[in-house]
């Protein structure tokens, strides 16, 4: 069984994981982070990867936070969600949509149903960006060295 410490320190691997990747979006795709700041203003989720950790997410004053901030206790958590590495790899493979991951079983999510239509829809509206981000591609090679998929 991991200690706690152990556990902190892949939570805070895929909390730097995940702010590498904010920040290659934004720079790579400025509008589509932009609509979808403004878009969840106020609110804040729990991501996880399993076997690595997960991260607090809120946007609040127009900005992300990533972790423990005090933005946390400002915003309303409408979402809930993990996956496991390997469906990360999957689904920037084009191998599986988030979808069928989903009804899989191998994306875990626990939000209201309009939440999870509207998250639906950005993934969608936005894999083109996503997908074209030189900053993202980068963080999704890293991802597969920490995570062992390499």
Not at 17 to 36: G, H, I, K, Q, S
């Given at each position: 069984?991991?200690?706690?410490?152990?556990?902190?320190?892949?939570?805070?691997?895929?909390?730097?994981?995940?702010?590498?990747?904010?920040?290659?979006?934004?720079?790579?795709?400025?509008?589509?982070?932009?609509?979808?700041?403004?878009?969840?203003?106020?609110?804040?989720?729990?991501v996880g990867v399993f076997g690595m950790?997960?991260?607090?997410?809120?946007?609040?004053?127009?900005?992300?936070?990533?972790?423990?901030?005090?933005?946390?206790?400002?915003?309303?958590?409408?979402?809930?969600?993990?996956?496991y590495p390997e469906t990360i790899i999957a689904m920037s493979r084009g191998e599986?949509?988030?979808?069928?991951?989903?009804?899989?079983?191998?994306?875990?999510?626990?939000?209201?149903?309009?939440?999870?239509?509207?998250?639906?829809?950005?993934?969608?509206?936005?894999?083109?960006?996503?997908?074209?981000?030189?900053?993202?591609?980068?963080?999704?090679?890293?991802?597969?060295?920490?995570?062992?998929?390499?």
């Amino acid at each position: 069984m991991a200690s706690r410490n152990e556990d902190k320190q892949r939570g805070s691997a895929v909390e730097q994981l995940a702010r590498e990747a904010l920040e290659a979006f934004r720079a790579d795709a400025p509008e589509d982070y932009d609509v979808l700041v403004k878009e969840y203003e106020g609110q804040s989720a729990v991501v996880g990867v399993f076997g690595m950790g997960s991260v607090n997410v809120a946007i609040s004053r127009g900005e992300v936070h990533l972790g423990e901030s005090e933005a946390k206790g400002k915003t309303r958590i409408i979402a809930r969600g993990a996956t496991y590495p390997e469906t990360i790899i999957a689904m920037s493979r084009g191998e599986v949509t988030p979808l069928e991951a989903f009804h899989a079983g191998d994306l875990v999510v626990r939000a209201p149903s309009e939440e999870l239509h509207k998250a639906f829809g950005f993934l969608v509206k936005f894999s083109a960006s996503a997908v074209a981000s030189k900053g993202l591609q980068r963080v999704l090679e890293k991802f597969k060295e920490q995570s062992g998929l390499k």
